[in-house]
């Protein structure tokens, strides 16, 4: 019971900032190069599931199809009080709202560069309109990861450090 508490004071805390969800994974496993905040084209049973927090960027990707950019692979949860003819499809592809410049110079990044773009949180912003932040990113190796993580530990041990002095 303690877990499912626990849970669901995180999600109300994220709500409540107006984040949706985060990739927590991708600073891990990339390296960002820039952040860009997108739009999305939802229907309406999309926008009230997510609006009660449930959805999932864990396994999410964007890419060109078609000549634009869209998301991939995003769980969005059906909203449980719609009629089953107006449900959405929990991992349809999702097309991403960009200016058209913009669109051009990510995708060509994409295709010249090697670069990728990962999401990295979707949230309301302050007009209640959903947005998805995208990173323009390239892949970490093994060793960047390594000294990311080695980084990190000694600013943890650092702070403790400092506490304990002063």
């Not at 950019?69 to 991992?91: S, T």
């Not at 403790?160 to 002063?166: E, S």
Request: proline share 3%; aromatic share 6%.
């Amino acid at each position: 019971m303690a877990g499912k508490n626990k849970n669901a004071k995180k999600k109300a805390a994220l709500l409540e900032s107006g984040t949706v969800a985060r990739n927590r994974r991708a600073r891990h496993d990339y390296a960002i190069e820039e952040e860009i905040e997108a739009g999305i084209v939802l229907t309406g049973t999309e926008v009230k599931s997510l609006r009660s927090g449930t959805c999932s960027l864990s396994d999410a990707y964007a890419g060109p199809k078609d000549g634009e950019i869209w998301l991939f692979n995003v769980y969005i949860g059906e909203y449980p009080h719609a009629h089953k003819k107006q449900q959405h499809e929990p991992k349809r592809p999702r097309k991403l709202l960009l200016h058209k410049r913009e669109q051009n110079r990510l995708l060509g990044a994409v295709k010249r560069d090697g670069m990728t773009l990962v999401p990295l949180a979707l949230y309301f912003n302050k007009r209640g309109i959903l947005k998805l932040s995208i990173g323009l990113a390239k892949g970490k190796t093994s060793v960047d990861k390594r000294q990311t993580i080695k980084e990190r530990d000694w600013k943890r041990s650092q702070g403790r450090i400092m506490r304990d002095l002063g």
